[in-house]
């Protein structure tokens, strides 16, 4: 790196004091090896788009990065040096600001025994449900492609979208603080801010890495983690930006980061984050370094939708490939023939019951009691799709809520299950012994699971 720092001081240094592009007096944190980072100077997060094109379109900077990989001996030195202009660290702008307004608000429709599914025609935004949450007074808000969120209150729905004067569309995620604020992650809009009277939209223009978010997440200190994604379908992504209340600051694969596509978040007991990237595997962030997971170190696919801790201690990994847990020391996987409906795992989440579900691309939900585990100790998993009750067979999200009901957010509609309580005792043989030989048995090894679990199991 010493030969990049000495090309870049001669030659590349000149041209971008000639563009306005000045050094900073600051030292960035660490990189990992091969990346030649350099802090500079702007007066907005607005001015990087414009720097990032002035760049591009410079015919002496494109003649100098050629020039630069020849000098250092690149295999390929007719593709020049890759680089990128991004923003760091920046105090977070203004945003744009609008008052909540009345939305538009529907009677929601009638239900139809335990099963209740609601569409369009029922008073929510939109068919594809992506997120859920519970916020305070025990309203429900889901979010919809293109059409931007919906609050139920128990009788009626109300939508807040562009439609209806809110800075709101493609809503990916919904995700409540330890404030109460809503946050919602727009794909291509960046992240909205719900105070309970106004909505704050922020964007790159504000500070965020990129406007396209996915995951979002709070930290033991308070702080929002906002994942982002591509645009355009690649893997190109912009990092994690977190957000102190005052200010952005992003770190990406240069910072060590797995990748710069990130579809989900979650912390652990330990205060460590958890970062599941697309292609790239799994990152662990202790708060300084990053350590990366990947098939190499026994993760299923390196493609990871989902991460959570649960609440025996477990860290569950959801990827392209299969389901992963991780006790602290190695992982150990489950695919496909261990009786879930689908290698590709969306989503994880787990009840007030201790139940963890796992949502599969185009293959319903999958429960798995930790109370039930085959012989020799894989768990259990029991399978819900349409022909269950569910609206679709692609769910994106469940949640229980307060009064313990259950929420599938699917493709084609937003699904309610009302368990009832058991009037009668159910029993079910655990064992059968035969030659001094215990063979173990599952309710799920019988057709009977769906039957014990409408009747609030």
Known sequence: MVEAQAYYDQYLRTILDRLGLKASDRIGGPTVPGILSQLIELGSPSQVSVSRASLTHDPFWKEQLADMATALGLAKPEQGIKYCLRV????AGEGRTVFTGSGKVVKAG???SRWHTFDVSSGLAGTRVRSIIQYNRGYLWFSSDNSGVSKYDGETFTTFAEQTGQPINLIKVVFRDSKDQLWFGSWGGGVIRYDGNL????????????DWISPIFEDQLGKIWFGTGDGLGGTAG??????DGERFHTYTSEEGLAGDFNWFIEGDKEGNLWFGTRT????????????????DQGLADNWVKAILESDDGYLWFGTRGGISKLDGQKFKNFFKEHGF???WVECISQDRNGHLWFRMHGGGASRQNPG?????SSPIFQTLL??????????????QDRNRDLWFGTSRGLTLYHPQPVSHPIVLVDAVVADQGAFRRSPCNSNDWSRNFRDGH
């Open 88 to 91: 760091y660290d920046a105090p």
């Open 110 to 112: 009638e239900g139809v």
């Open 199 to 210: 909505f704050t939209a922020y964007s790159s223009l504000d500070g965020l890495s990129n």
């Open 238 to 243: 912009g990092g994690v930006t977190v957000f």
């Open 280 to 295: 790239g595997g799994a990152s662990r962030f202790d708060g300084s370094t990053f350590t990366t997971f990947t098939k």
């Open 341 to 343: 409906s689908d290698n």
């Open 372 to 376: 039930l585990q085959k012989e020799d």
């Open 386 to 399: 349409s022909q269950d009750g569910l609206a679709g067979n692609t769910v994106g999200v469940v949640l």
